[in-house]
């Protein structure tokens, strides 16, 4: 059970066995405000070092983490790294035991991470090995309430600089006692955990779904590697342009103004995703769109190319709007999904999939409309579950916004 309270430095949400006034009202000892130090005062400061690069014997087959800003992603907590130290390479390094909270202070300023191993970081890394009587992963979360406050004491120069002299000076606050600190992080700690579980599900249903759309669209002689049963005959390659009427020519592209003016609630579809929503729709019904030009094309594989779309919708002019006939959309729009498009591209920094090259695309179709609904059936059902887990970490991430900004002064 949580209890609100709304006072001086005292947490707007603070749990009861905390929140209790003492003698005159006044908070007290261990109910009492929350008290004021500089990072300086609850840790150590360690700022981290570069063993030398070129000495393969400081980091070949190294076992000790040495942390980059790179390195340090969403998760809490990191066992290890792109390139790990040896025993010569940590003597050479700047010694961080595990349990040390680690901020990146040099251009991507904020980002936290607990080192859990004994290990070593660079130089665009603070360490804060605390002290006794506080607790790291209480001040990871104070951390992460922060970021815009290190980013304000870094400057507004070309690559902000959060010097140790002036990171150990950062003001923080801390609950008078270690139990409150402890209390606080065990409930956050839980909380990561949901969403570390969720995350870590979504992943494996992505990890699935791929290797299926390998299996079920990987035709061979005219045979997939996996087809379910009931099915038989030879699969057909054909070309985009035989099973879809582009209809791009009925695409009207929206300047900045104009979106304002038509704020409303229909999807308007770019070249990598919905752009916006306006008040009115050209395109109606079933449709498979393909991202039509961009530097986007050069690292397309870590995104969606391809996208299935049903209802009332706007485009603009980059992105290719195709209505399939004669065969099922969703089948049509997987089989894109697991196609290699890079091949049909061209073009450098402005690469582009022109409609010509567009309808050239190769697809293989099983040879009835049954066998491609079962398919796009089963796969829609997997991205059903990816969606749902999407929508419930997203929840998870905002409820745990919610509480950084609540619990903490």
Not at 179 to 187: G, L
């Amino acid at each position: 059970n949580i209890k609100g309270i709304a006072m001086k430095k005292i947490p707007e949400i603070r749990f009861p066995e905390f929140s209790g006034k003492q003698e005159n009202g006044e908070w007290r000892g261990e109910n009492g405000e929350w008290v004021e130090k500089r990072l300086g005062e609850v840790g150590k400061i360690v700022t981290g070092t570069t063993p030398s690069t070129k000495i393969k014997s400081y980091y070949e087959n190294g076992t000790y983490p040495w942390v980059t800003p790179t390195d340090i992603d969403e998760n809490k907590n990191i066992y290890t790294t792109q390139r790990q130290l040896t025993e010569e390479g940590l003597k050479r390094s700047r010694f961080i035991p595990k349990n040390s909270l680690l901020v990146t202070c040099i251009a991507s300023i904020g980002k936290n991470v607990i080192l859990r191993k004994d290990g070593s970081c660079n130089q665009q890394i603070n360490a804060i090995i605390p002290l006794k009587n506080n607790n790291v992963d209480f001040l990871y979360y104070q951390l992460e309430t922060m970021k815009n406050k290190l980013l304000s004491f870094a400057g507004q120069t070309a690559t902000p600089i959060l010097n140790k002299t002036d990171f150990s000076k950062i003001k923080i606050h801390l609950p008078p006692t270690l139990a409150e600190q402890k209390k606080i992080a065990d409930f956050l700690s839980r909380v990561d955990e949901k969403i570390e579980i969720v995350d870590k599900k979504i992943e494996e249903l992505k990890k699935y779904k791929k290797g299926l759309l390998q299996k079920l669209l990987n035709v061979k002689k005219g045979e997939p590697e996996l087809r379910f049963k009931g099915f038989s005959g030879k699969w057909v390659e054909k070309r985009l342009g035989e099973v879809s009427i582009c209809e791009d020519n009925k695409r009207i592209p929206l300047n900045e103004e104009e979106r304002k003016i038509r704020k409303g609630i229909y999807p308007y579809w770019g070249s990598t995703k919905i752009m916006d929503y306006v008040n009115d729709y050209i395109f109606d019904g079933e449709y498979v769109l393909l991202s039509e030009d961009g530097g986007y094309f050069y690292d397309y594989k870590d995104k969606p190319i391809a996208f299935y779309v049903k209802g009332e919708f706007w485009a603009n002019n980059h992105i290719h709007v195709l209505k399939i006939v004669n065969n099922n959309t969703k089948y049509i729009y997987y089989s894109l999904v697991h196609k290699n498009i890079l091949a049909y591209i061209i073009g450098g920094t402005r690469s582009k999939l022109n409609q010509k090259d567009l309808k050239k695309i190769k697809i293989h179709i099983p040879p009835t409309l049954a066998e491609q609904e079962k398919i796009a059936s089963f796969l829609s059902s997997i991205d059903e579950k990816i969606e749902l887990n999407e929508k419930r970490l997203k929840a998870l991430k905002n409820y745990k916004q919610g509480l950084l900004q609540k619990m903490f002064v």
